[in-house]
């Protein structure tokens, strides 16, 4: 069992960063692959970013490749996702989430924390 808890949203201007956060219970995280996703007001859940086991291997959604970096330190248990040159397209509620397996698809993943919001003002 994985519990997920979310941080670091907020409001931004567009142009500018945000730093999202989460800290993951459980000893086996380093046995996770973490991914991040997003969903606006009536759109369905997006795949934003993933991060392999060991934190070498990543994977973005081509909207926000070269803005947004995933990373992760198991030390603390806690994957992150730097945001830069936001756009107002990117407001949405940010999740993330563990799979046993290398996926961008939301189904495979097991476990999910509650969201934080990003609004983004252009």
């Known amino acids: 069992q994985v519990q997920l808890v979310e941080s670091g949203g907020g409001l931004v201007q567009a142009g500018g960063s945000l730093r999202l956060s989460c800290a993951a219970s459980?000893?086996?995280?380093?046995?996770?692959?973490m991914g991040w996703f997003r969903q606006a007001p009536g759109k369905e859940r997006d795949f934003v970013a993933a991060?392999?086991?060991?934190?070498?291997?990543?994977y973005y959604a081509d909207s926000v490749k070269g803005r947004f970096t995933i990373s992760r330190d198991n030390a603390k248990n806690t994957v992150y996702l730097q945001m830069n040159s936001l756009k107002p397209e990117d407001a949405a509620v940010y999740s993330c989430?563990?799979?046993?397996?290398?996926?961008?698809?939301?189904?495979?993943?097991?476990?999910w924390g509650q969201g934080t919001q990003v609004t983004v003002s252009s």
């Open positions: 459980g000893r086996t995280f380093s046995s996770y692959v």
């Open positions: 989430a563990a799979s046993r397996h290398w996926s961008h698809v939301a189904v495979e993943y097991d476990y």
């Open positions: 991060i392999m086991w060991s934190g070498v291997n990543t």
